[in-house]
Every structure is written in structure tokens, then in C-alpha cells.
């Protein structure tokens, strides 16, 4: 059975303290690997895709990597305004798209 | 920019209310979507929907049914509505071919309470 876990499932940073959030996946037939940003009471929002294993995409303090069982969300002196739920989602060969849990990420001034 | 736009952010409806939720987007794109979201559980896919008038199941269909009359809207209705019901509801759409397949995009969220 395809299946998303993200871990963990909150992380407390100081600002500028870089880390990373992992997606561990099982999924038939990847389609793309994808990761959103959710803000509290608002949908998520796209941020990246990656189809395949040693792919790696970045976007201002964030930088996403693939390989062949997981990826991992970079975050690089992290800001306040990065605090939000990060989720990482799989297509496979169908329409099907499987949502992680999600992490929430908490960044202290 | 893809917009999704849904007809309601906050709807309080009473227990056996038949309740519709709509969404529309702008993008032309031929998948669209319904989840749920509640805390400690993720999103949950109730129906999808690729084509006008197609629609599937997804992991939590009972009590839910949807329409899909014109590519842009894609409606999700609660016949009876029940307390546990009672969630966030996000739309999204994708497009299925071509850069950017399969890469969702939400709308605001309607959250709503049945009481």
C-alpha cells in the first residue's frame, strides 16, 4: 500500500538555526514527490516538485531533495515567517495523490 | 497565477441539512478535487473528479456526492448533514499532462460547523 510519513511531527527552531524535515515513501510508479506550505485556517500552498532520485530544487531559505526512499525539506536560517505546516505528497501511476501529515514548524525570533 | 476559488471560508449548518459547497477554477485544468482536514488525521480525499461529468471515490466518500457539470466547477454536497461532518473542506485542481502535471492547487478552504 503506497504510504507518506513525515517526521517529525513538530520542530521548535531559533531563527537561523537550519535544519531538515524528512518524507519517507513508499509509492508504485512515482509520479512526483511533492512538497506544500499550509498556513493556519488557509489551503496549502505549492512549493516544489521532484520526480526523480538526486533531484534537488530551491526556493529562497528552502531546498528540496530527493532519493530513492525519501525526501527532505532543507531549511536554511530560518526566519519567523517561516513558521507554517509543511507537507509532503506522492502521485503514483494512477490520479491518486497520498498526503504526509505534515510537520509543523515553529521558528522563535 | 492558478486561482481556486471556493463559495464560502466559514458555513454553520444545522443536522440534516442538505449543504453545498462550491469551487471553481481558473486554470483550465482537468483534475479537481475534494478533501477534508481535520487535526491529527491530514487530509483526506473524498471525491476527485478528471473530466466533466467523471467522478471517483476517494478514501472517505459516505455521506458526500459531487457534481462536475462544466470544467471549471466542481461542487461537493452533503445530503444530510451530520455533526461529524463538522471540518475543514479544501478544493484543489492539477492538470494531468505537460510541466507541472499532478501538482495541486488549493483553494482557501471552507470551514465548516454542523451543529
Known amino acids: 500500500e503506497d504510504q507518506v510519513t513525515q517526521s517529525p511531527e513538530a520542530l521548535r527552531l531559533q531563527e537561523g538555526e537550519s535544519s531538515s524535515l524528512n518524507c519517507s515513501y513508499t509509492v508504485s510508479g512515482l509520479r512526483g514527490l511533492f512538497w506544500y506550505r499550509q498556513d493556519p485556517g488557509k489551503g496549502p500552498e505549492f512549493l516544489f516538485t521532484?520526480?526523480?532520485a538526486g533531484e534537488e530544487k530551491e526556493k529562497e531559505r528552502l531546498k528540496a531533495t530527493l532519493t530513492k526512499k525519501e525526501s527532505f525539506l532543507h531549511i536554511t536560517a530560518p526566519k519567523p515567517e517561516d513558521s507554517a505546516t509543511y507537507l509532503c505528497?506522492?502521485?503514483?501511476?494512477?490520479?491518486?495523490?497520498?498526503f504526509g501529515a505534515g510537520t509543523r514548524l515553529f521558528v522563535k525570533a | 497565477d492558478v486561482k481556486v476559488t471556493q463559495s464560502s471560508r466559514y458555513l454553520v449548518k444545522r443536522t440534516g441539512e442538505k449543504v453545498f459547497l462550491e469551487c471553481v477554477q481558473d486554470m483550465d485544468h482537468e483534475n479537481m478535487f475534494w478533501y477534508r482536514q481535520d487535526p491529527g488525521l491530514g487530509l483526506r480525499l473524498i471525491y476527485f473528479s478528471y473530466d466533466v461529468k467523471m467522478k471517483e471515490k476517494g478514501d472517505i466518500p459516505e455521506g458526500y456526492s459531487v457534481s462536475r457539470e462544466k470544467k471549471e466547477r466542481f461542487s461537493l454536497i452533503l445530503e444530510s448533514a451530520s455533526t461529524n461532518q463538522t471540518s475543514m473542506y479544501l478544493c484543489a485542481s492539477s492538470t494531468l499532462t505537460g510541466p507541472g502535471s499532478y501538482e495541486q492547487y488549493f483553494g482557501p478552504g471552507t470551514r465548516l460547523t454542523v451543529t
Open positions: 521532484l520526480y526523480s
Open positions: 505528497a506522492s502521485s503514483n501511476e494512477g490520479f491518486k495523490t497520498i
